[in-house]
C-alpha cells in the first residue's frame, strides 16, 4: 500500500533510495553532509560525505535491518523521500542519522 504515492516498502523504492537507505543503516548514528539531489533523487556517485558517531559501550554496527531484503520504511524515512522529492534539484548540508533512520536534515534557502 502506498501513501501519497510514495512506497511503503524497500523493495518499491528506486536504485539510488534503496542506497540511501543502506547507506543510513550502515551509518547507524552519525551525518550524512553535502548529498546531491537531482529530479528528486539522491545522488551517491560522488559519494557524500559521511561522518559516523561512535558511542563507547555502544552498539556502533549496522542495523539488523540493513540484513533484510526487504521491509516496511519507517514514517522518517518516507519523509526524507518527500522532502527530496519537494526539493527537485539541490544539495542537502546535512542528513542527521540516529538509529539508522533520518532524524533532522539542514537546507539551505535564498531568501527573495
Known sequence: MQEYGH???KSHL?????????L???IN?????RLTVR?????????PRVVR???FGGDNGPRPESLK???TLKAQVRDLFAQLEALGDGVIPCIEIQRGL??????EEVCA
Open 24 to 26: 543510513m543503516q550502515r
Open 102 to 107: 533520518p532524524f533532522r536534515m539542514t537546507v
Open 69 to 71: 531484503g526487504d521491509f
Open 29 to 33: 548514528f552519525g551525518r550524512i553532509e
Open 7 to 9: 512506497p511503503h516498502h
Open 14 to 22: 528506486s536504485a539510488p533510495k534503496v542506497r540511501l537507505v543502506e
Open 53 to 55: 558517531e561512535i558511542k
Open 39 to 47: 529530479q528528486g533523487e539522491p545522488v551517491l556517485d560522488p559519494p
